[in-house]
């Protein structure tokens, strides 16, 4: 699978080599070179560099020849555009949305995303590990 | 009409301003302790909301559902356009109206955003700074069909090709009409036969590629003045 993942922070650098792992073909796209370095030593995807929303950058990484893109930057509103360019422009057939602050779901919802929640569910997660047991 | 604002910066606050001495209801949005200072001090304290306008419960709380119009002015790109989309998508928003601010971002902000109209301050400044070097004494006053046509103003020099010369005479270029002459302070209907004079202020409307031509017309004549007795 060709994969674009759009921000290279934490979330992003894991997700990337992870799928890189799997065997995957990944590209990776930030707007600040540095953050590159959060990527796994042993990554060998391709990273572009470039202001997220610019089309140059986005045909840079291949957006069109995508089988997947997920947008995890910590921003919700990038994440939200760019999903809908990758659906709406280049007709990616799987896209992924990261929500960071939880009173944006409703946004991504208008978008009609597929969202991950991760401040949502890790708060779940903790939630059900503190209250289990019943103590 | 009631329009909603969202983000109070300069430019956003001077419409916010114009709007509401013409009469229209007014909301701004910002979520910044210093913008909201200021907004504040320069509006009626029933325009001014405080919250992010990315927040649904913040833009139900300023009317975004009985919005007319909204107006994005936020300083990021990416929150302009989603609120656009939003605002169409989930409010049914009649009008939306979009900054741009950054223009590497502007191939975006068109209907697939639900963006009706786009401001591309950056490249609307340009090309202002552009015109103003390349045409004299002209200014533009006002941008017709998204910049194809301008309505400009003219002074007429001492020593220029159209002085003297009646209006039916003057080799206008093809896509051009003079509108009105300001002489003196009063308004001068152009006929055929009004001949332009020195210090008159020509009111043209021309199409971009025709200005410079226009331009010269009524520019004083750099080296050996021309006289064509009228």
């Not at chain 1, 597929?114 to 569910?121: D, I």
């Not at chain 2, 009985?66 to 936020?74: E, I």
Request: glycine share 8%; hydrophobic share 45%.
């Amino acid at each position: 699978m060709n994969v674009v993942i759009v921000g290279c922070g934490r979330m992003g650098s894991t997700l990337a080599f992870k799928l890189h792992q799997a065997g995957h073909a990944v590209t990776v796209v930030d707007s600040n070179g540095p953050s590159f370095r959060n990527l796994h030593p042993e990554f060998r995807g391709r990273t572009v560099e470039g202001e997220v929303l610019a089309e140059d950058t986005l045909r840079r990484a291949a957006v069109d020849q995508a089988d997947g893109l997920a947008a995890v930057t910590n921003s919700d509103s990038v994440n939200a555009v760019v999903a809908h360019v990758a659906r709406v422009v280049f007709r990616v057939p799987k896209v992924v949305v990261r929500n960071y602050d939880p009173r944006w779901l409703a946004l991504h919802e208008a978008f009609g995303h597929e969202v991950v929640s991760s401040t949502g569910w890790g708060a779940s997660q903790v939630e059900d590990l503190l209250t289990a047991g019943g103590r | 009409m009631f329009v909603l604002i969202a983000g109070g910066g300069l430019t956003a606050s001077e419409l916010a301003r114009s709007l509401l001495a013409q009469g229209h209801q007014v909301h701004v949005v910002d979520w910044r302790r210093e913008v909201l200072a200021r907004l504040h001090r320069e509006l009626p304290t029933e325009a001014v909301f405080e919250g992010s306008p990315n927040d649904p419960w913040v833009l139900e709380r300023a009317g975004i559902t009985t919005a007319q119009v909204l107006a994005a002015c936020l300083p990021s790109d990416a929150e302009n356009l989603a609120l656009c989309f939003v605002a169409r998508q989930r409010y049914a928003v009649p009008r939306t109206i979009a900054c741009i601010n950054d223009p590497r971002s502007a191939w975006l902000f068109d209907a697939r955003f639900h963006v009706d109209v786009a401001l591309n301050q950056a490249e609307i400044l340009a090309s202002l700074i552009g015109q103003e070097m390349s045409l004299g004494d002209m200014v533009t006053l006002l941008k017709l069909k998204r910049g194809r046509y301008s309505l400009v103003s003219e002074p007429v020099a001492a020593g220029a090709r159209a002085v003297g010369v009646a209006l039916k005479d003057l080799a206008l270029p093809p896509d051009c009409v003079i509108a009105a002459i300001l002489r003196k302070g009063d308004l001068v209907i152009p006929r055929g036969k009004t001949a332009f004079e020195p210090g008159d202020e020509v009111l043209a409307i021309v199409d971009a590629e025709a200005a410079a031509d226009l331009a010269r017309l009524f520019e004083a004549v750099p080296a050996a003045p021309r006289s064509e007795p009228g």
